[in-house]
């Protein structure tokens, strides 16, 4: 049975953080709303108590059966998570006369306390709440305090239960992955043993049991996600796993082929399917970024489904889903407001009667590369950057057209490809290039030109979550430019994205 900590999320900005330090310290770990908490079995060594938003005066502020847990397991509270804890057990949180925003300095550590070990007076921590706990139980001892904080941390004497009002998962906090270690090993007993291999093993052996001598079909992208799920799938199952890759005219430039190419190299049983036709027809004349994703998303299941049918006797479709699109669709309130639709997660239409594995749902996107390249698969696979599941339908702002589809194949081909020669590639995250409904007034060959804009978009992040914009070399710009220009017919100007994640999305559409 795989260990695990349970992270109770409350709502903070910092939970997903707090989970992808915990898995750094190779411990698997699950985030789980307060509201849909599960059983505690076995395999449970510890629960984390996240911020939030929220103050714990608040009449609707979020509650937890805390009493139930914390004489049998081992309890970190942050922030609200140490708040609630000490109000609701004798002590009391007020609103904060000073302010504690920031970093911050321990001034005092309790000696010999194990949460602390090896952390030395003085490290530097990173505070962001408005309440304070102004007093607290006569069975709560102050284990770590600040010049304006007194009880910056306690612990429940006689428990495992531990309280910080600062956040430890946050890199302004000097010593925080110490901090987490001290509690998840010595304090929890993590064994610490969750690594790529271990995930390879388990999971393999679990879809063997789980799948048996069933067949199941999987539609692949060329990306990153969908790749390593095909690959641990085909290592389950064999042969009876089927693929299929559908061109839907929306790839960039020759990647139908290449991406084909790179598949059967891997020993995978794919399938082909070139649908440009009916993606086209089914995106004339719209305009609305919502409708042409939906558009595509419809048309894509019906290419699927009717290549399905041509095997016989499938019984699972196979999704690349990932963790962080499952912990968005069960979030503290519900699912969050819909930005643009994009996550497979949800279900499938009533007329495709398949049930779904998904073998990635538990890791976050650097995790997957992690498994990837245990599993062996290409670089250029593992190296690839997101691509949007629509396609550059969306980053072809307006109304879709072959034509526009060709130019901006065209450009983004240059671009890349300009990327990696410059060694750069790798270092973003992200990067494509963007058809503009707009015209400019240019000059070439001492003619007036009228023609469209094609907007450079590169960022650089973590999980997508937030995003800068890169600060590529100006000569190189300007070598992208040019080629851009001189190059693809209907293009006399080229500009550059500056907007960063939030308040910019990553794609413009």
Not at 323 to 343: F, R
Request: aromatic share 8%; with cysteine.
């Amino acid at each position: 049975m795989q260990e695990k900590i349970l992270i109770l999320d409350f709502g903070s900005q910092f939970t997903q953080l707090i989970a992808r330090r915990v898995r750094e310290l190779n411990i698997y770990c699950e985030i789980h709303p307060f509201n849909k908490f599960p059983e505690v079995d076995g395999s449970v060594k510890g629960i984390i108590l996240s911020g939030s938003p929220y103050s714990v005066r608040q009449d609707d502020a979020p509650h937890f059966e805390f009493a139930k847990h914390h004489k049998n397991l081992p309890i970190l509270g942050v922030c609200y998570g140490a708040q609630y804890v000490a109000h609701f057990n004798g002590g009391e949180v007020l609103a904060s006369s000073t302010r504690e925003y920031g970093r911050a300095n321990l001034d005092y550590i309790k000696p010999d306390t194990v949460l602390f070990k090896d952390v030395p007076q003085g490290s530097q921590v990173w505070m962001s709440h408005g309440d304070t706990i102004a007093r607290i139980a006569t069975d709560f001892e102050i284990i770590a305090s600040t010049d304006s904080v007194k009880v910056a941390a306690y612990h429940i004497t006689d428990t495992k239960t531990y309280g910080i009002q600062f956040h430890p998962e946050v890199t302004h906090s000097s010593d925080g992955k110490q901090i987490l270690q001290n509690f998840l090993v010595d304090i929890c007993g993590c064994a610490q043993d969750w690594t790529p291999d271990s995930f390879i093993e388990t999971t393999i052996a679990e879809l063997k049991a789980k799948l048996g001598d069933d067949k199941v079909v999987l539609g692949l992208s060329g990306g990153v996600d969908s790749s390593v799920a095909a690959v641990l799938l085909h290592q389950a199952i064999g042969a009876n796993l089927h693929c299929i890759f559908v061109d839907n005219g929306l790839l960039r430039k020759d990647e139908f082929q290449s991406v084909l190419d790179s598949y059967q190299h891997m020993g995978l049983n794919v399938k082909g399917i070139d649908a440009k036709q009916r993606f086209y027809d089914a995106l004339a004349g719209l305009t609305d970024p919502e409708k042409k994703r939906k558009a595509i998303g419809r048309v894509f299941i019906e290419v699927f489904d009717d290549a399905a049918h041509e095997i016989q006797g499938v019984s699972w479709l196979g999704q690349g889903t990932i963790y962080p699109d499952v912990i968005e669709s069960v979030s503290v309130k519900g699912p969050s407001a819909t930005i643009k639709s994009h996550h497979n997660v949800g279900g499938l239409p009533d007329f495709m009667k398949l049930k779904v594995v998904e073998p990635l749902n538990t890791l976050f996107k650097d995790e997957v590369r992690k498994v990837g390249a245990a599993l062996g698969i290409d670089q250029n696979i593992l190296g690839r950057h997101p691509f949007p599941g629509p396609g550059l339908a969306i980053r072809i702002l307006g109304d879709i057209t072959p034509e526009k589809v060709d130019i901006l194949q065209q450009a983004d081909a240059i671009y890349i490809n300009n990327l990696r020669s410059a060694g750069v590639y790798d270092k973003v995250w992200q990067a494509g290039a963007i058809y503009l409904p707009v015209q400019s007034v240019g000059v070439m060959g001492d003619e007036r030109t009228y023609e469209n804009v094609i907007c450079l978009r590169a960022v650089e992040s973590l999980d997508g979550m937030t995003a800068d914009w890169c600060h590529l070399p100006y000569d190189l710009l300007a070598k992208i430019s040019n080629e851009i220009i001189n190059n693809v017919k209907g293009i006399n100007r080229v500009v550059y994205d500056i907007s960063s994640k939030p308040p910019a999305t990553i794609e413009w559409e």
